[in-house]
């Protein structure tokens, strides 16, 4: 796991590419504390921040293979291929020879013998920079689901790419807000897919490979998920789950450097952390699992209809049940507080800082037992956990399903700006734009057909908001997370696996429930859905409504250029000590989080 950057430019010298790229990795050093390592050419630099986990003396990059007469190829990688055995040993057969046992160095011969073609190959997660001198052309890639993040802007003669949006605005690209930003930003949690919020910078779309050779920018894409009729009987799919999801777990606990698991007692995190036990286990190895409690101050946890019960418990239960060396991050206010700045530096973007700075201060703890860390991610999109797939009022309305859960922000807008950037009119365009892209199945009707468009909209717009900030969390303290849920075979598997057989036993997820029951206690495998818990105490909220009205007296704050005070105002008088309800916290805290953004990122409003 890694942090790549780098700048294709004819309008360069090689030695001020050189110095752009080295000043690009070094603002992603947080994702690679191990190594930096630049390379450059007449017309291309790469840069890399490396996170050692496979192979730390041969696996250094960038990487180069000269091909006689040809010129260099040149890779950087942030990722994991998990099946580059077996891909080293099919390039082998070809004639290919290694000199490391590296997955890096599997990517670059890979890309050598199929080209742009490789990717389709590779199982894994992964974010991939490639600069070949054969045609003077860049490639960058990313892995099926959109695990690790890739951002790229052009330039008046070239294109800067980067793991982090920090890394393009390092090498010079303006920090602008236009009217779209502002429709992407009232629309918290969603960022439409390519998208980056700020004017000029975009992300490439998962399963995507875009190239740039003389000035063009071409994409395509090499894997999308195909609807096709389930059938396998009840007996035979649960088979297949369980199957399916212990190889995941197995393949992706390989690292020379250990390998931990979050365990937050709920069915998902506990179900790969029991498999992963296993595995240690025959080898001799603890397995560490993490969770977080915010009832540490004496504050009582508050639940909704998302954040269901404390998890802590269960997440004991489930640790003396696998017999996992078990930590708990305590989360207090003063520690959430102090760490909003470092949170929202991370994400480099304004988000729900309710939950990611919790997420934060976990990765911290998890970053002092192992650089690896295996999660539960993806489990709710694959298997239907989430209350929209099983709500009819919210699956049913002609609306993004999760609305009933984070609403708008638009209210809070001043007129003039909702009057510009009409951020509900592009919402509506995101939403239909989306649905024309469902792969649907031929005859499905109904309910049926409804449930397959939310699922596609969960996929495509809430999962990457959570890959998001998962990967910036733990990234900002060189961590890897590895979602075992997403492997590429198990998620094609599970979306074609109809509602009603996800549903089985009248519950949530009932069929991955049959599945991890193998695994688990009764007590885990049954246990009602809780989201991640966020940050939802009264001590929380009232330094954030006190940090609120300290704003709303500052006569110039950037921040109510966009939002409108009298509406802020009424927010906090309505709720304040009232927790019935998170999203007026929630909205709070976004306009702070907003605020500073606009402070630290320098952001220009256009």
């Not at 003077?136 to 330039?155: E, I």
Request: hydrophobic share 40%.
């Amino acid at each position: 796991m890694c942090g790549i950057a780098g700048i294709v430019d004819i309008g360069h010298t090689q030695e001020e590419l050189q110095r752009l790229a080295e000043t690009m990795t070094a603002t992603l050093a947080h994702r690679g504390p191990d190594a930096a390592a630049t390379w450059s050419g007449a017309t291309a630099a790469l840069g890399h921040s490396r996170l050692q986990i496979i192979d730390a003396p041969g696996g250094a990059q960038p990487m180069r293979l000269h091909l006689p007469g040809q010129g260099h190829i040149v890779v950087c990688f942030n990722g994991e291929i998990y099946n580059f055995e077996r891909l080293r040993q099919q390039l082998q057969s070809l004639g290919h020879l290694f000199t490391s046992r590296s997955d890096t160095e599997v990517v670059l011969h890979s890309y050598v013998q199929w080209g742009t073609d490789c990717f389709a190959h590779m199982d894994g997660i992964f974010a991939v920079a490639v600069w070949d001198e054969r045609d003077r052309s860049l490639v960058l890639a990313r892995d099926h689901l959109g695990v690790k993040p890739l951002y790229y802007a052009r330039t008046g003669t070239g294109l800067i790419f980067g793991s982090e949006i920090k890394a393009i605005l390092a090498a010079g690209v303006p920090a602008e807000l236009d009217e779209q930003g502002v429709a992407e930003l009232a629309q918290v949690p969603m960022i439409s897919p390519g998208g980056a919020i700020l004017r000029g910078i975009a992300e490439v779309r998962p399963a995507t490979v875009a190239q740039f050779r003389d000035g063009r920018l071409t994409e395509h894409t090499y894997w999308t998920l195909t609807s096709r009729p389930h059938r396998d009987d009840l007996e035979t799919t649960v088979r297949m789950i369980r199957a399916l999801l212990v190889d995941a777990v197995r393949a992706q606990l390989v690292a020379d450097r250990p390998v931990a698991a979050l365990n937050s007692g709920g069915l998902d995190s506990a179900t790969t952390a029991a498999i992963a036990t296993a595995y240690l286990r025959d080898d001799g190895r603890d397995l560490h699992t993490f969770d977080v409690d915010h009832a540490a101050d004496g504050t009582s946890y508050s639940g909704s209809a998302f954040h269901v019960d404390r998890d802590h418990p269960h997440a004991l239960l489930v640790a003396d049940h696998i017999k996992s060396v078990h930590h708990t991050t305590s989360i207090t206010t003063d520690a959430l507080l102090a760490a909003q700045d470092a949170a929202l530096t991370a994400m480099d973007l304004p988000s729900l800082s309710t939950i990611n700075i919790s997420l934060d201060l976990l990765f911290r703890d998890v970053s002092v037992y192992a650089p690896v860390v295996l999660s539960g991610e993806g489990a709710d999109e694959a298997w239907h956990g989430y209350r929209w797939y099983n709500d009819r009022a919210d699956y049913a309305t002609d609306d993004w399903p999760w609305h009933q859960t984070y609403r708008p922000v638009t209210p809070l807008l001043r007129q003039d700006v909702i009057d510009q950037a009409d951020p509900l009119g592009y919402s509506n365009d995101r939403y239909h734009a989306a649905l024309a892209e469902v792969p649907r199945l031929v005859g499905e009707t109904g309910s049926a057909r409804r449930i397959r468009e939310v699922a596609w909209l969960t996929n495509t717009y809430y999962l990457p908001f959570l890959l998001r900030r998962a990967d910036r969390m733990a990234m900002a303290h060189g961590v890897e997370v590895r979602v075992p849920f997403l492997s590429t075979q198990l998620f094609e598997y599970a979306w074609n696996v109809p509602p009603v057989m996800k549903g089985v036993d009248g519950v949530e997820k009932g069929l991955l429930r049959r599945a991890a029951a193998t695994f688990l206690p009764r007590e885990i495998a049954q246990r009602r859905k809780s989201g991640y818990p966020a940050s939802l105490t009264l001590s929380y909220q009232r330094a954030l409504w006190e940090r609120a009205r300290d704003l709303l007296a500052e006569p110039d704050a950037p921040v109510f250029r966009l939002f409108d005070r009298i509406s802020v105002m009424g927010v906090l008088d309505k709720h304040a000590e009232d927790l019935s309800d998170w999203t007026p916290t929630q909205h709070i805290a976004y306009m702070l989080e907003v605020e500073t953004w606009l402070r630290q990122a320098k952001i220009t409003i256009r």
